[in-house]
């Protein structure tokens, strides 16, 4: 063999770790391909290396036959048994190519072959090296950046980062040496391919492997980590010693620690949070740096989270980035309220289940609430759906059972239903608006104490225009008034109020 395609390939076997067995398969592929490539019609060769000696034997494959048909692949029985004498019909003979012929094809061809296996073999080599190295960082120079995303050299092999793995907004110069997780070997591909990422969680738990001792020493365990690549990761950390602080190892001194992983990721935020196996503690720590009021838990998986008005925002976070990667970070599907949307969420709650209720849950006097009862009016739903008109013609409600009645489902947040009024009945509608702005018996007000204000001119003629009814609530003389029908029954509401 060529002395000088010997020393290549001496030194190739120990600048690149392959073997003396791996160094004569690839010359003997290598010869192989570069006869069938340049004899046309050379089919079956074999070559056989000494890497001892560097002497090289070529023969070319036949097989033996009575007559010749494709001397390409086959051998005359006579010719064939003079090269050995034992050859019977269809055996494989293997008859020698002078090497002269081999020196005519060309040293350059073999060369050829040669390098490209070995770059084969050392990709590979290289492929398996780190394949191992998975989940780890490793780092690189920016070599190539295309629409597909970022080539970066490792240790003479390229690694790819993907758009997708890279973190937004980041820019990538040309030659810089940046540190990169090693995402995975892709052998799916035609050509296996490194993936490298900076965008993905582990990139930062890894980072925080090299910069704090206790976590590589598992004496502070990352339980958990979501991130939102270059705006926010949150972490959840927790400590295998009582005597160690997992959120402040992983701080530092002055936040020293953190401040250099930030910085590695650009100034990206990053929650570093106590574990809790209690679900609430956990979702109250999640939602940091909010403070929480009160954590509810609910068998479906959800919690409900009370926040005081103000941190309401800081809570939800912008874009509702803070809620979303605590739903991430504690796996319950978290809804997050003021404490004025909750009260008024609970007081919408507490007058709809008043509604369902008898109407005696209003707490009125025994008499109007008889007449309630009396006129089918047996649940606050069902009172609620009358209007004032409606109840004032009841038979013996008069106005200060009407009071009461407005004062009551005004504490509890209830109303009567408006009505329309008719038209071409103004005058009569007025007459039965008036007990909304009766004015209240002497007696001071049960909210505010204030003494009521005194009949003005026009409500007394509405008073005086209802004489006859039953209710008449002018009644000076208690004697007059029981004359008429349904007087009893007012002077005894008056005398009850």
């Known amino acids: 063999m060529n002395s000088e395609l ?29 006869f069938q490539s340049e004899c046309e019609g050379l089919q079956s060769v074999s070559v056989e290396c000494n890497m001892e000696t560097g002497q090289v034997s070529i023969n070319q494959v036949l097989e033996a036959v009575e007559e010749v048909e494709n001397p390409n692949l086959e051998i005359a029985l006579e010719e064939a048994r003079a090269l050995n004498p034992e050859v019977e019909p269809g055996d494989l003979v293997q008859r020698p190519i002078p090497l002269e012929t081999f020196r005519r094809i060309g040293i350059q061809s073999v060369k050829r072959h040669i390098t490209e296996r070995v770059r084969e ?35 003479k ?52 492997h090299i910069e704090v001792p206790e976590i590589a020493q598992n004496v502070v365990q990352i339980k958990q980590i979501v991130r939102e690549a270059g705006y926010r990761t949150k972490m959840a950390v927790i400590s295998t010693q ?22 590695e990721l650009n100034g990206e935020k990053i929650d570093i949070i106590h574990w809790d196996e209690n679900p609430a503690q956990f979702i109250a720590h999640a939602l940091s740096p909010a403070q929480v009021v009160s954590v509810e838990i609910f068998d479906d998986n959800s919690a409900e989270v009370i926040v005081p008005d103000n941190q309401l925002s800081l809570a939800i976070g912008k874009q509702g980035q803070n809620a979303r990667l ?36 209003l707490g009125l006097s025994t008499r109007p609430e008889n007449l309630l009862k009396e006129n089918g009016i047996e649940t606050v739903a069902d ?94 003389d208690a004697d007059e008034a029981a004359e008429e029908d349904g007087g009893e029954a007012e002077a005894a509401e008056d005398e009850q109020e």
């Open 121 to 155: 073999m050392e990709r590979n080599l290289y492929l398996e090296r780190y394949d191992r190295k998975e989940g780890e960082i490793v780092t690189g120079t920016v070599s190539r950046i295309t629409n597909n995303g970022v080539a970066i050299t490792l240790e």
């Open 326 to 361: 605590a739903n991430k970070l504690t796996g319950w599907r978290i809804d997050i309220l003021s404490e004025t949307e909750k009260e008024r969420l609970m007081s919408e709650l507490r007058v709809e289940q008043l509604k369902a209720g008898p109407i005696e849950g």
């Open 6 to 34: 010997m020393v290549a390939l001496r030194q190739l076997e120990r600048e690149r770790e392959v073997t003396q067995e791996e160094i004569q398969s690839i010359i003997e592929d290598a010869m192989t391909k570069a």
């Open 383 to 476: 009172l609620v759906e009358k209007t004032a008109e409606e109840i004032l013609q009841i038979q013996g409600f008069g106005g200060k059972s009407f009071e009461e009645l407005v004062r009551k489902l005004d504490a509890r947040n209830l109303s009567l239903r408006t009505g329309d009024k008719p038209e071409g009945e103004h005058e009569e509608t007025l007459l039965l608006e008036k007990p909304l702005q009766y004015t209240p018996s002497q007696e001071p007000d049960e909210h505010t104490g204030a003494e009521p204000d005194q009949d003005d001119p026009q409500e007394q003629e509405a008073d005086e225009a209802q004489d006859e009814e039953p209710a008449a609530e002018e009644a000076d």
């Open 157 to 208: 092999i390229d690694g790819l980062m993907p758009n997708t793995e890279r973190i937004p907004g980041e820019k990538y110069m040309l030659g810089k040496r940046i540190k990169v997780l090693l995402l995975e070997v892709n052998y799916e591909t035609r050509d296996p391919q490194i993936v490298l990422s900076r965008s993905h969680p582990d990139f930062v738990r890894q980072l925080f």
């Open 242 to 263: 009582d005597k160690v602080d997992p959120v402040g190892a992983c701080v530092g001194y002055k936040g020293s620690r953190v401040k250099n992983i930030v910085n």
